[in-house]
């Protein structure tokens, strides 16, 4: 079929603009270069869509399934969902599973369900396509779908949903509640993820069916974007996807739509562990192809898109009604819920919240908008789009959702075409139609403890119809796949030539006042990150003052240089800047990303930050209130509560243990945050800039906007680390948790030391993906838990080996032991090189992420500062897989040793506590609202 070429991708380059005196001018609407792209269609009816990019090092393969939840099959809830795992598995020609192959080229593989598709997405080094292009082949035809893949996947899937769902404080708003209560005739009312008891019901014969059914290439998008030429893709395609036969049979579907809703409704709904009520208002959505969609994604940026948002202005800044509001505004094609999720302020009425709430959505359908406050959010939003255009990944995902949702891979550009073009009175007659107030569905959510006696009103009525929803999947007709005998098996192709991947040069000079200044000109995308470093952080915290550095660090962003909270965030906002103020360990760092175009404007408000910030008393007592609503919710999470409790036995006796509690929030003045910034100044501090400036522009910039810095303190100095103390056990009770967290923590030294690099290895041997000890030994071969794995986090005095997982309350005791012989394995059963050399490649494929996107990048450059790294290392890191001598790993090895490691296990500890104390009998038992500071 002949190919219809809509555009070729522009990639712009941006001169920098004198940086101006005084506030910045309002911004004209931010270009965001169209994504150009290839389509045809395949004769077995497979639909192809290819974006090239010959400067890239690497190529997505994402493949769109038009099959998600509203086809589960009827009393079977979950299928879709199933499905996304078990195409990971074996097939004719992998026996060693899909996910095993990928992971063995280096490439990222993932997956998920929505409404109305799945996505199969797998990215890495360009010279792997044609094998990427070959597994998705035989994932389609080849599936081998047998009882054991399919009960320990159904496993998984039950623990997936007890994480999302049950262990989660509020995790049944968006998975149960919302779906249960916005729709009643639609296949989207139907509990997100679907039931276990459903899942239960299914046997072998019905998993196979399903497949045939719509696994199949009249019903996918392959979407594929990287450095590749388009005839030889052609070629690859055809071979390996073309030749799939297309079934005669229809597609099964649901089609029962959803009439208007004509009368509003109110739930008041009740959950284990919540910390603080929410209030929820929710309408449907307008469908993928309407027009409004483009108004509602603005009309959601009004309302809540960051703290100069109308509803975080006004419920949780100005009136202190809450303590968070976000919304749930998530791509359907017929049109899901549009949610407004307000989490209280301790101590508030719900009517009281509500009663706000409904001022602002009375205003906003019948109040003027402003002109510069819809271009502000509108810049924010287009600024969003553009940075989510940097990698291959991002763009792949962005074609091949327009194409799956619309049938048009071009809508997403036309998307943001349409809210260029939307007026004031566009947006206000849009919420006019969006949000009627008889169609409004409000849920009230509390702690189960304030329900009614024998209330059942937030189960919803229609339960019985629900269940009967659903679609009717005929048997399968082709004979199951199976594993073919060794010497019948087709060989995946080749790699192709190798692109080499760019590291970008990396310059480091000093200003004239000391400021360190570190470029990396990364990325031909209109695009800039400024990330300035400021020793100190939260190590550095006065004794008692725990969580100084982060209320400083949320302050200075909290208004500046005559700017109010409000209107500093709105600026940034006009600007499509984004800016995020974090209190790391060591260092407090503040990442500013915008459009190139807008880089020096967005910088000047960066430098008001730093060096002009009002840090109002008021805005103190607002985000003390903030931090405490945040310790609220951790105590009441299993995983959050873990990671707190994991931190202070790992870093026992040094600054790294101290936690934030309501005792030390509560002590912290505005005079004690005028202090600590007081302590920030230049010699001691980094900034780094990537993106698209160029050496020489990053330098001017940075002198305009930093050269006149001084400090009147002395640097803040490195804090000695002690010794590691002996390993601890710690247990948490949260009395009708869902499930526990399990974690295992290892205190490792500096960055430097010469155990670093057999160190990183054996984290990924361990625990580095689907493929590694912990995930195989407790995801796949048990199905105890939804994931396993492990990271390394590391500070200039040392760091951390985390391993964690989450799993049904019953089974805690063996996650810890499991988690524990993974680690003990390394002494004894060590891979082979072959298999050392394919972690290497998985570690580098990791490493390699971090030069794709102009902020992660500077985020990873500020992990090297930070650490004292020399900044030379990450051309190495970055070029590719670094050896790992055998010594190395040795070291590794004694370091990780099962007897260095601290416990923690966090849940409803009466459920395992005593076969855990036969297993450790000198246990550290704790309450979640106890855990302190050093």
Same mark, same amino acid.
Request: net charge neutral.
């Given at each position: 079929?002949?190919?219809?070429?809509?555009?070729?991708?522009?990639?712009?380059?941006?001169?920098?603009?004198?940086?101006?005196?005084?506030?910045?001018?309002?911004?004209?609407?931010?270009?965001?270069?169209?994504?150009?792209?290839? %389509?045809?269609?395949?004769?077995?009816?497979?639909?192809?869509?290819?974006?090239?990019?010959?400067?890239?090092?690497?190529?997505?393969?994402?493949?769109?399934?038009?099959?998600?939840?509203?086809?589960?099959?009827?009393?079977?809830?979950?299928?879709?969902?199933?499905?996304?795992?078990?195409?990971?598995?074996?097939?004719? @020609?992998?026996?060693?599973?899909?996910?095993?192959?990928?992971?063995?080229?280096?490439?990222?593989? &993932?997956?998920?369900?929505?409404?109305?598709?799945?996505?199969?997405?797998?990215?890495?080094?360009?010279?792997?396509?044609?094998?990427?292009?070959?597994?998705?082949?035989?994932?389609?035809?080849?599936?081998?779908?047998?009882?054991?893949?399919?009960?320990?996947?159904?496993?998984?899937?039950?623990?997936?949903?007890?994480?999302?769902?049950?262990?989660?404080?509020?995790?049944?708003?968006?998975?149960?509640?919302?779906?249960?209560?916005?729709?009643?005739?639609?296949?989207?009312?139907?509990?997100?993820?679907?039931?276990?008891?459903?899942?239960?019901?299914?046997?072998?014969?019905?998993?196979?069916?399903?497949?045939?059914?719509?696994?199949?290439?009249? &019903?996918?998008?392959?979407?594929?974007?990287?450095?590749?030429?388009?005839?030889?893709?052609?070629?690859?395609?055809?071979?390996?996807?073309?030749?799939?036969?297309?079934?005669?049979?229809?597609?099964?579907?649901?089609?029962?739509?959803?009439?208007?809703?004509?009368?509003?409704?109110?739930?008041?709904?009740?959950?284990?562990?919540?910390?603080?009520?929410?209030?929820?208002?929710?309408?449907?959505?307008?469908?993928?192809?309407?027009?409004?969609?483009?108004?509602?994604?603005?009309?959601?940026?009004?309302?809540?898109?960051?703290?100069?948002?109308?509803? @975080?202005?006004?419920?949780? @800044?100005?009136?202190?009604?809450?303590?968070?509001?976000?919304?749930?505004?998530?791509?359907?094609?017929?049109?899901?819920?549009?949610?407004?999720?307000?989490?209280?302020?301790?101590?508030?009425?719900?009517?009281?919240? %509500?009663?706000?709430?409904?001022?602002?959505?009375?205003?906003?359908?019948?109040?003027?908008?402003?002109?510069?406050?819809?271009?502000?959010?509108? @810049?924010?939003? *287009?600024?969003?789009?553009?940075?989510?255009?940097?990698?291959?990944?991002?763009?792949?995902?962005?074609?091949?959702?327009?194409?799956?949702?619309?049938?048009?891979?071009?809508?997403?550009?036309?998307?943001?075409?349409?809210?260029?073009?939307?007026?004031?009175?566009?947006?206000?007659?849009?919420?006019?139609?969006?949000?009627?107030?008889?169609?409004?569905?409000?849920?009230?959510?509390?702690?189960?403890?304030?329900?009614?006696?024998?209330?059942?009103?937030?189960?919803?009525?229609?339960?019985?119809?629900?269940?009967?929803?659903?679609?009717?999947?005929?048997?399968?007709?082709?004979?199951?796949?199976?594993?073919?005998?060794?010497?019948?098996?087709?060989?995946?192709?080749?790699?192709?030539?190798?692109?080499?991947?760019?590291?970008?040069?990396?310059?480091?000079?000093?200003?004239?006042?000391?400021?360190?200044?570190?470029?990396?000109?990364?990325?031909?995308?209109?695009?800039?990150?400024?990330?300035?470093?400021?020793?100190?952080?939260?190590?550095?915290?006065?004794?008692?003052?725990?969580?100084?550095?982060?209320?400083?660090?949320?302050?200075?962003?909290?208004?500046?240089?005559?700017?109010?909270?409000?209107?500093?965030?709105?600026?940034?906002?006009?600007?499509?800047?984004?800016?995020?103020?974090?209190?790391?360990?060591?260092?407090?760092?503040?990442?500013?990303?915008?459009?190139?175009?807008?880089?020096?404007?967005?910088?000047?408000?960066?430098?008001?930050?730093?060096?002009?910030?009002?840090?109002?008393?008021?805005?103190?007592?607002?985000?003390?209130?903030?931090?405490?609503?945040?310790?609220?919710?951790?105590?009441?999470?299993?995983?959050?509560?873990?990671?707190?409790?994991?931190?202070?036995?790992?870093?026992?006796?040094?600054?790294?243990?101290?936690?934030?509690?309501?005792?030390?929030?509560?002590?912290?003045?505005?005079?004690?945050?005028?202090?600590?910034?007081?302590?920030?100044?230049?010699?001691?501090?980094?900034?780094?800039?990537?993106?698209?400036?160029?050496?020489?522009?990053?330098?001017?910039?940075?002198?305009?906007?930093?050269?006149?810095?001084?400090?009147?303190?002395?640097?803040?100095?490195?804090?000695?680390?002690?010794?590691?103390?002996?390993?601890?056990?710690?247990?948490?009770?949260?009395?009708?948790?869902?499930?526990?967290?399990?974690?295992?923590?290892?205190?490792?030294?500096?960055?430097?030391?010469?155990?670093?690099?057999?160190?990183?290895?054996?984290?990924?041997?361990?625990?580095?993906?689907?493929?590694?000890? *912990?995930?195989?030994? /407790?995801?796949?071969?048990?199905?105890?838990?939804?994931?396993?794995?492990?990271?390394?986090?590391?500070?200039?005095?040392?760091?951390?080996? *985390?391993?964690?997982?989450?799993?049904?309350?019953?089974?805690?005791?063996?996650?810890?032991?499991? /988690?524990?012989?993974?680690?003990?394995?390394?002494?004894?059963?060590?891979?082979?090189?072959?298999?050392?050399?394919?972690?290497?490649?998985?570690?580098?494929?990791?490493?390699?992420?971090?030069?794709?996107?102009?902020?992660?990048?500077?985020?990873?450059?500020?992990?090297?500062?930070?650490?004292?790294?020399?900044?030379?290392?990450?051309?190495?890191?970055?070029?590719?897989?670094?050896?790992?001598?055998?010594?190395?790993?040795?070291?590794?090895?004694?370091?990780?040793?099962?007897?260095?490691?601290?416990?923690?296990?966090?849940?409803?500890?009466?459920?395992?506590?005593?076969?855990?104390?036969?297993?450790?009998?000198?246990?550290?038992?704790?309450?979640?609202?106890?855990?302190?500071?050093?």
């Amino acid at each position: 079929m002949k190919r219809l070429r809509i555009a070729s991708v522009a990639l712009l380059m941006v001169p920098v603009p004198a940086l101006a005196d005084g506030p910045p001018t309002p911004a004209p609407a931010i270009a965001v270069p169209p994504i150009g792209f290839t %389509q045809r269609t395949l004769p077995n009816g497979l639909r192809l869509i290819a974006s090239r990019d010959p400067k890239a090092a690497s190529a997505a393969v994402y493949v769109f399934y038009d099959v998600g939840q509203r086809d589960d099959p009827v009393r079977r809830g979950g299928f879709a969902h199933l499905f996304e795992h078990l195409m990971f598995k074996t097939t004719r @020609n992998l026996p060693q599973g899909a996910q095993s192959y990928m992971t063995s080229l280096g490439l990222r593989a &993932n997956a998920s369900t929505l409404w109305d598709f799945t996505i199969y997405n797998m990215s890495g080094p360009a010279d792997q396509l044609e094998r990427m292009l070959w597994i998705e082949g035989e994932r389609m035809r080849n599936l081998v779908i047998d009882e054991p893949a399919y009960v320990s996947e159904r496993n998984v899937v039950k623990e997936e949903l007890r994480q999302r769902i049950f262990t989660q404080p509020y995790g049944r708003i968006l998975y149960t509640l919302i779906p249960g209560f916005a729709f009643s005739t639609h296949p989207y009312a139907r509990p997100i993820g679907g039931t276990a008891a459903d899942l239960d019901r299914a046997g072998l014969a019905e998993v196979r069916a399903f497949h045939e059914a719509y696994y199949r290439p009249d &019903n996918a998008i392959v979407v594929v974007v990287g450095n590749f030429d388009p005839a030889t893709l052609d070629r690859w395609a055809d071979r390996h996807l073309g030749g799939i036969p297309r079934p005669t049979a229809a597609i099964p579907r649901d089609t029962r739509d959803e009439a208007p809703r004509t009368a509003p409704a109110t739930v008041d709904a009740y959950a284990p562990n919540v910390p603080l009520p929410a209030l929820i208002a929710a309408w449907r959505a307008p469908a993928a192809r309407d027009p409004d969609r483009a108004a509602l994604l603005l009309i959601d940026a009004l309302l809540t898109g960051g703290p100069a948002a109308r509803l @975080n202005r006004v419920l949780a @800044n100005e009136k202190k009604l809450a303590s968070s509001v976000i919304s749930y505004n998530l791509p359907a094609r017929d049109g899901y819920a549009y949610a407004l999720f307000v989490t209280l302020a301790d101590g508030v009425k719900l009517a009281d919240t %509500q009663a706000a709430l409904d001022a602002e959505l009375d205003r906003l359908r019948t109040a003027p908008l402003d002109q510069a406050e819809l271009d502000r959010v509108r @810049n924010a939003i *287009l600024g969003s789009a553009l940075a989510g255009r940097e990698t291959v990944d991002g763009r792949a995902y962005a074609l091949g959702e327009a194409a799956i949702l619309t049938g048009s891979a071009a809508s997403d550009d036309a998307l943001l075409s349409a809210i260029r073009a939307m007026t004031p009175a566009d947006v206000r007659q849009a919420a006019v139609r969006l949000f009627p107030a008889e169609r409004r569905v409000t849920i009230r959510y509390q702690d189960e403890k304030a329900r009614p006696a024998g209330y059942v009103g937030d189960r919803p009525a229609n339960a019985a119809a629900v269940d009967a929803m659903g679609t009717v999947v005929p048997p399968a007709m082709r004979p199951p796949a199976t594993i073919a005998a060794e010497g019948e098996r087709e060989t995946a192709p080749s790699a192709g030539i190798a692109v080499a991947r760019s590291v970008p040069a990396i310059l480091d000079r000093r200003l004239p006042n000391g400021l360190r200044l570190v470029t990396a000109r990364s990325s031909d995308l209109p695009l800039a990150t400024l990330e300035l470093i400021v020793p100190g952080g939260d190590a550095a915290d006065p004794d008692g003052r725990a969580g100084l550095a982060d209320i400083t660090a949320a302050l200075v962003m909290r208004g500046a240089a005559g700017r109010d909270a409000a209107g500093f965030t709105s600026a940034l906002d006009a600007l499509g800047a984004s800016l995020v103020a974090t209190a790391q360990p060591d260092a407090t760092t503040l990442r500013l990303t915008a459009p190139t175009t807008n880089i020096a404007a967005a910088g000047a408000l960066l430098a008001d930050a730093v060096l002009r910030p009002i840090l109002a008393p008021a805005e103190l007592d607002s985000e003390r209130k903030k931090q405490l609503a945040a310790l609220q919710l951790a105590q009441k999470h299993p995983m959050q509560t873990g990671l707190r409790a994991l931190q202070q036995a790992v870093f026992a006796g040094t600054p790294y243990a101290s936690l934030p509690t309501p005792q030390s929030l509560g002590t912290i003045s505005a005079s004690d945050v005028r202090a600590s910034h007081a302590a920030w100044r230049p010699d001691g501090a980094t900034l780094i800039v990537t993106g698209s400036l160029s050496g020489v522009e990053a330098e001017a910039l940075a002198s305009r906007l930093f050269g006149g810095w001084r400090g009147d303190k002395a640097p803040v100095a490195r804090t000695p680390i002690p010794t590691a103390t002996g390993p601890r056990i710690v247990a948490v009770d949260l009395p009708g948790a869902g499930q526990s967290a399990v974690l295992a923590g290892y205190r490792l030294p500096p960055r430097g030391d010469a155990a670093f690099r057999g160190v990183e290895l054996a984290s990924v041997i361990v625990g580095g993906g689907s493929q590694a000890w *912990l995930s195989q030994e /407790i995801r796949q071969k048990r199905g105890l838990s939804y994931g396993a794995g492990s990271e390394i986090t590391m500070r200039a005095g040392g760091g951390q080996l *985390l391993a964690a997982s989450q799993t049904k309350n019953e089974s805690a005791p063996e996650v810890v032991d499991l /988690i524990l012989a993974q680690f003990g394995r390394l002494a004894t059963d060590m891979p082979a090189p072959a298999q050392r050399d394919e972690r290497a490649r998985f570690l580098a494929n990791m490493r390699a992420t971090q030069s794709e996107r102009t902020a992660s990048l500077a985020d990873y450059l500020a992990t090297l500062v930070i650490t004292g790294t020399p900044l030379t290392e990450a051309t190495r890191e970055l070029s590719g897989p670094i050896a790992v001598t055998d010594a190395q790993l040795a070291r590794a090895t004694a370091l990780l040793a099962p007897s260095n490691a601290d416990i923690v296990v966090v849940g409803d500890a009466k459920q395992w506590i005593d076969t855990l104390r036969k297993r450790f009998p000198v246990i550290e038992f704790v309450s979640s609202n106890t855990l302190t500071t050093n």
